[in-house]
T-cell receptor
């Protein structure tokens, strides 16, 4: 149980284009999903918290107009990196909170490379 | 001072050894603690979670929390090469309705055959 999927697992895009990453909870309803960014050999950096049906809450220093988050249903959240630049290249990971608990279950991650 | 500190390692041990992984945290209000395992280029996998002080055991893994010293540990018995990964500790911060997890930097573990 508590499986989270992400799509795509890897994406290469050109500078200036936008990329959408999907995060789905496959066997449970997730009222809250989280988006993280991870640089090589570094820990997870929380970007934003996404609650179903409401606007995402962004961490300090994260540009909400650049990283658009939509949480349209209890099983799906999307992160869109708009006008991507090479410095946006990173490993993006989503997680979902199991209702009634504090544990977060992570997706497999999406490796974004902006050329 | 970081809210959660963790030695990045790498920690290299022979197969079968007992592994001790540790984190310290700064805020005595933290009450919920988790350990995640992350293989290279994969998302973190929840291993164990504990609430308040004490021990919790699950197979070869034991999580220990000492709130008096703000110290959390993960012990791995009979370590296997497949345990080679990065281990991340995490603490719950914030109110229940708007909480977030604060992660340590992760400790790289290598179990040598």
């Amino acid at each position: 149980g508590a499986v989270v999927s992400q799509h795509p697992s890897r994406v290469i895009c050109k500078s200036g284009t936008s990329v959408k990453i999907e995060c789905r909870s496959l066997d449970f309803q997730a009222t809250t999903m989280f988006w993280y960014r991870q640089f090589p050999k570094q820990s997870l950096m929380l970007m934003a918290t996404s609650n179903e049906g409401s606007k995402a809450t962004y961490e300090q220093g994260v540009e909400k107009d650049k990283f658009l988050i939509n949480h349209a249903s209890l099983t799906l959240s999307t992160l869109t990196v708009t006008s991507a630049h090479p410095e946006d290249s990173s490993f993006y990971i989503c997680s979902a909170r199991l209702r009634g608990s504090y544990e977060q279950y992570f997706g497999p991650g999406t490796r974004l490379t902006v050329t | 001072q970081k809210e959660v500190e963790q030695d990045p390692g790498p920690l290299s041990v022979p197969e079968g050894a007992i592994v001790s992984l540790n984190c310290t945290y700064s805020n005595s209000a933290f009450q919920y603690f988790m350990w995640y395992r992350q293989y290279s280029r994969k998302g973190p996998e929840l291993l164990m979670y504990t609430y308040s002080s004490g021990n919790k055991e699950d197979g070869r893994f034991t999580a220990q929390v000492d709130k008096s010293s703000k110290y959390i540990s993960l012990f791995i018995r009979d370590s296997q090469p497949s345990d080679s990964a990065t281990y991340l500790c995490a603490v719950k911060a914030g109110l229940d309705s708007s909480y977030k997890l604060i992660f340590g930097s992760g400790t790289r573990l290598l179990v040598r055959p």
